[in-house]
Structure formats: structure tokens, C-alpha cells
């Protein structure tokens, strides 16, 4: 089986690296469960890195804003990096970056974190 998505704890943050070039309808079910997966435990802190993703089509923006509202139901936080220049523009006709903080790389997301943290 493809692997979709991979993840990895950096400190108290897990990271969910996505890796995949495009995917159809059948495979954003084997994310979401994934992702369903990874709530299991009592994280709070997540960064989602897109840097791996080919083509941001809307059947992984409605995954992403699934998790979120889950993690955040949870008081916790989302946080997205590597976002190519076309999924950003998704994200903004979409307003999605008026609700996720938005870095270009994994290490600015982590990053941001420490500063709520030192803040």
C-alpha cells in the first residue's frame, strides 16, 4: 500500500508530512483516516508540511480543515508549511489562510511555536 502521509514528533509538535503528487477520492478516505489515527493520542501542536505535495486540489484542503476543527475542538493548533505558490493561491480564494498560519518551511512553522511558548 502507498504511503500518503508521514509523520514524525519534533519535541511536544507532530509533524505530518504529505506525500503524495495528486489523489483521487479513494485516497483522501485512507488520509482522513490517518489523520483520524494521529488524534488518537493527546497532541495538541500540529504542522501539516506540503513541501512533498504536487497538486493541492480541494479534496486535501477539505482533509486539512477536517483536522483542524478536530485538533482545534481540542484547543489545540494547525499549522501548515510548504506550500506551493499555486496551493497558496487556493488557500487565499479559498480564505483559508485567514484561518491557518501559513510558513514556508516546516523548520518556521516549528519555530513558532517556540515563540508562543518563550512569548
Avoid: C, P, W
Wanted: hydrophobic fraction near 45%; proline fraction near 0%.
Amino acid at each position: 500500500m502507498e504511503k500518503l502521509i508521514t509523520s514524525e514528533k519534533i519535541k511536544d509538535i507532530v509533524v505530518i508530512n504529505f506525500i503524495f503528487n495528486e489523489i483521487n477520492f479513494e485516497q483522501r478516505e485512507k488520509i482522513k483516516i490517518a489523520l483520524s489515527d494521529l488524534l488518537q493520542n493527546e497532541e495538541n501542536k500540529f504542522i501539516i508540511d506540503l513541501s512533498k505535495v504536487g497538486f493541492l486540489s480541494s479534496l486535501v484542503a477539505a482533509v486539512i480543515v477536517f483536522f483542524a476543527k478536530e485538533v482545534r475542538r481540542r484547543e489545540g493548533n494547525v499549522k501548515l508549511s510548504g506550500l506551493s505558490s499555486e496551493a497558496l493561491s487556493l488557500f487565499k480564494i479559498t480564505q483559508l489562510d485567514r484561518i491557518f498560519e501559513l510558513y514556508e518551511t516546516k523548520h518556521d512553522a516549528i519555530e513558532s511555536f517556540k515563540e508562543i511558548q518563550n512569548g
